[in-house]
């Protein structure tokens, strides 16, 4: 899958650093469970943990303390986790720092480093961040795994180049983050991020999730843990179901509002009306004299889009005369970038409708924020299959629609 056009060369990484270790110490922790039955102990943690969040997320000052000095870069970025679906929207930071500047709506920031830097940071609640650079000389770049700011102090001792990274201050959010990732860790290996995946594994891991949210449903990290399930993995309904339990503090969160948004997009099966232009519309009518309409959404800029243009040629000889319409959606609105689409389409024998997302309704009323996607729709206007570039699975149920 190809991202959205973004200035932002965080999101073009898919590098994760191969070893992450968080050290943490709660000195009380011995003293609560000395005299607890072993058998508790894990309950009892838990709690502890949870309760420590909300006493640490009540303190005044925060700030983020980070310590590289065997980094040689002079620039670093704060900023979300890899993301897709338009998870990256969900985030809603506020840092503070001199030599900074803020580089999205998110509030996600690059700055001047040497060394070292100490952020301000303002959250009403805990949220994922990684740290990233960009090495002009190598072009190439790095990006930290996930960690949460929240409330408090946190500093953090980067190790190497890779940006693996100690957190040497207490941090309730983190540490319940660590735990929670050993116990979804099993389920996660079943899962492969940014594909296809068997719809039973994904469901899965959300009833481990939903086991942990009846426990813990004031839990920040459990709720950003089903986002980025939702952007690795794809929708599910069960994310529907889960959001229901958590408790209405998390309910009244910007992140768990937009979120629902989200999900709404994806779960609604009627393709809505599009207006690509003012002049030219996709709605129900468009789709009535056909078994089925393959919708193909691609940019100039996506080169996987152009890889794939020989296999569309080839369902559409195929399928043409079978009851199936063809619509290429290109994501561009300047004359320039619209030209270059159309001399594309014209090297590629593509011969079907094609259109110009002017006024951005595909990611607007679609969620769509990637390419390529292809989305399959009924003569009755009902989205029956959508995938990021993944033709092989359109084709087979292509087939095994068409011949029932």
Not at 85 to 111: A, M
Not at 134 to 142: E, R
């Amino acid at each position: 899958m190809s991202g959205n056009d973004d200035e932002k060369f965080q999101t073009d990484f898919k590098i994760e650093a191969e070893s992450y270790r968080i050290f943490s110490h709660f000195t009380l922790k011995n003293v609560f469970l000395k005299s607890i039955n072993v058998a508790m102990k894990k309950s009892v943690l838990i709690l502890f943990v949870l309760l420590s969040t909300q006493i640490f997320n009540a303190q005044k000052s925060s700030s983020l303390e980070i310590e590289a000095p065997g980094l040689k870069v002079d620039t670093i970025f704060l900023s979300f986790p890899p993301a897709a679906r338009n998870t990256h929207l969900l985030h809603n930071y506020q840092f503070t720092v001199d030599d900074s500047k803020k580089i999205s709506e998110q509030g996600d920031i690059k700055l001047a480093f040497k060394g070292s830097a100490n952020i301000k940071t303002k959250f009403d609640y805990p949220q994922p961040v990684t740290i990233s650079y960009y090495d002009a000389t190598k072009n190439a770049g790095m990006q930290s795994k996930i960690f949460f700011i929240e409330a408090g102090n946190l500093k953090l001792s980067v190790k190497d180049d890779n940006l693996n990274f100690e957190i040497l201050s207490t941090s309730p959010t983190n540490i319940e983050y660590d735990r929670l990732n050993s116990i979804l860790k099993s389920f996660d290996s079943q899962l492969k991020p940014y594909e296809s995946n068997d719809s039973e594994n994904i469901e899965k891991k959300e009833l481990e999730l939903q086991k942990y949210i009846r426990k813990h449903p004031k839990s920040y990290v459990a709720l950003w843990e089903m986002i980025n399930d939702f952007s690795r993995y794809g929708y599910h309904p069960m994310y529907a179901d889960n959001l229901k339990l958590f408790d209405q503090t998390v309910k009244k969160s910007f992140t768990y509002t937009e979120f629902s948004k989200l999900l709404k997009l994806e779960a609604d099966n009627i393709f809505p009306k599009i207006n690509l232009d003012n002049k030219n519309h996709l709605f129900k009518t468009t789709f009535k004299n056909y078994k089925l309409t393959l919708i193909d959404y691609w940019a100039t800029s996506c080169k996987p889009c152009i890889e794939d243009m020989p296999k569309l040629v080839e369902l559409y000889s195929q399928y043409k005369n079978q009851g199936v319409n063809f619509i290429s959606v290109a994501d561009e609105y300047t004359p320039e970038r619209m030209s270059k689409a159309t001399e594309i389409l014209k090297k590629n024998n593509i011969t079907s409708e094609t259109y110009f997302d002017k006024n951005k309704e595909f990611p607007k009323k679609l969620n769509a924020s990637g390419y390529p996607l292809q989305i399959l729709v009924d003569s009755e206007g009902n989205i029956v299959k959508r995938t990021y570039g993944e033709l092989d699975q359109i084709k087979e149920f292509m087939k095994s629609y068409l011949s029932n």
